[in-house]
């Protein structure tokens, strides 16, 4: 059976931010998430993906009525056949990455500087430097979180991919993603990755955050808009805009903070920038408060 325990939100979000609590089931194996997903059916309870909380602002609330799913305790298998890669969700992107350059396949090495999980990347299509991980799915393995069934998502049915868009929905849980990958040389593919992780070493802001705050708008860069509109340095509690980065709010302190200064934050850089160029700006980050009214309509 899985185990639970009830955390502080500020210790789940990688910028800190959320002054609540929520239950968090860490799950071993598909078996004991059935089990919890049977459990809170019963118990008239929701229930969310957690994974590595590295885009995910928490709650300033506590509501007994939700938990989240962990599953980076279980879900770490991998399995490599002719450029096939199986990869449990728990598996941390650049943990990932690093195996495939290991075993001479190419394509991973431009997203092992994006932090989370792979289920995390997966729902998110997470990219990097031009490049999305919906370039290489072939097959996702999906439990819905309201009815436990079980969906494998391939050919024409793993439709929806987009920018930052993915055909798994918040309702649905990712246990397995099945990635096809290009033949390289294991010594060109560590030098890949080597640069990378040197290139994202000298761009990344220092501080706790949740990566960049905002997709890029259709031929606008969204950092390049909210340096101009003067955003660099605005702080709120804890939170503050990088001053090296413009799509970045760090929490320099590390120091728990409050979603709702982090939220307000985003909404000030979003209005900024409305109304000097006249874009809307919409945000990468999850907000857990959005994401429960979301599932209340």
């Not at 968090?24 to 059916?41: P, T």
């Not at 990869?87 to 350059?101: C, E, I, K």
């Not at 409305?274 to 990468?284: I, Q, T």
């Given at each position: ?289 959005d994401l429960v009214a979301c599932d209340r309509k």
């Amino acid at each position: 059976m899985a185990s639970s325990t009830r955390e502080n939100w500020s210790s789940l979000s990688g910028i800190r931010a959320g002054a609540g609590q929520v239950e968090v089931f860490r799950i071993a194996d598909e078996q004991e998430l059935q089990d919890v997903i049977r459990r809170a059916l019963q118990a008239g309870r929701k229930l969310f993906p957690l994974g590595a909380g590295s885009n995910l602002i928490g709650s300033d609330g506590t509501n007994e009525h939700v938990a989240m799913i962990d599953g980076r305790k279980g879900l770490t298998q991998i399995r490599c056949s002719h450029g096939r890669f199986s990869v449990g969700a728990g598996v941390p992107l650049s943990f990932l990455a690093a195996r495939a350059a290991a075993a001479g396949l190419k394509g991973l090495c431009e997203l092992s500087g994006i932090p989370g999980t792979l289920g995390g990347a997966v729902a998110m299509n997470a990219g990097a430097l031009g490049h999305s991980l919906s370039e290489f799915v072939e097959r996702l393995t999906v439990v819905d979180l309201d009815t436990g069934e079980r969906i494998v998502l391939s050919g024409d049915s793993l439709q929806g991919w987009g920018y930052r868009q993915s055909p798994v929905t918040n309702r649905q849980f990712v246990v397995e993603a099945e990635l096809r990958l290009e033949p390289s040389l294991s010594s060109v593919e560590q030098g890949r990755l080597q640069e990378e992780r040197l290139r994202r070493a000298q761009v990344t802001p220092k501080g706790c955050s949740c990566g960049s705050v905002f997709r890029n708008p259709p031929g606008q860069v969204a950092g390049k808009l909210l340096e101009e509109a003067g955003c660099k340095g605005k702080c709120m509690g804890p939170f503050s805009v990088s001053q090296q980065h413009a799509n970045w709010i760090v929490n320099l302190s590390g120091a728990p903070g409050c979603a709702v200064d982090c939220r307000q934050l985003v909404q000030w850089m979003q209005e900024k920038v409305a109304r000097k160029f006249g874009v809307d700006l919409r945000p990468e980050w999850r907000f857990f408060d959005d994401l429960v009214a979301c599932d209340r309509k």
